[in-house]
């Protein structure tokens, strides 16, 4: 499934990865609603995130690699 542009995501609730650190590293924040998961920097929340499809969302994180 393909990433979309960023949808309007005001009155969302972002929450940061438990990944990110607190030192200025690869910091991530996410946000859910019931038909796009939005996935931004956290460091510059103005720049444009990615919306991706719930389905596809559960694919990625459910992913291991060996």
Known sequence: ?????REHTSGLLWVKS???SEEGGECVEVASC???IHVRDSK???RP???VHPAA???FVGFTSL
């Open 49 to 51: 995130g990615v919306s």
């Open 57 to 59: 969302w559960s694919a």
């Open 34 to 36: 019931p038909h796009a």
């Open 18 to 20: 438990s990944y990110s």
């Open 44 to 46: 510059d929340i103005r």
């Open 1 to 5: 499934m393909k990433a979309r542009a």
